[in-house]
């Protein structure tokens, strides 16, 4: 299980918010699930992400989800 944490700003309500962004590497099918504060637009871009990835020749490891956790830093 290996785990990264950066953090960014997200517009939230016409204001500018910082968030956490933990990216997590954990056991299940090879797929990317945004969870947290995102928008739904924001968490259906993981079927986009995942595409770009292997049109670059990047693949997920079998067997390895990435869990993109988003959460306010406040």
Do not use: D, W, Y
């Not at 204001?15 to 954990?26: D, K, M, T, Y």
């Amino acid at each position: 299980n290996h785990t990264m944490q950066i953090f960014s700003l997200i517009q939230s309500k016409n204001r500018i918010q910082e968030i956490e962004i933990e990216v997590s590497s954990v056991p299940g099918p090879s797929q990317i699930l945004i969870v947290g504060c995102a928008s739904q637009s924001v968490k259906e871009s993981s079927v986009r992400i995942h595409s770009a990835l292997k049109f670059c020749g990047i693949r997920l490891p079998v067997g390895s989800k990435l869990l993109v956790n988003l959460r306010p830093t406040e």
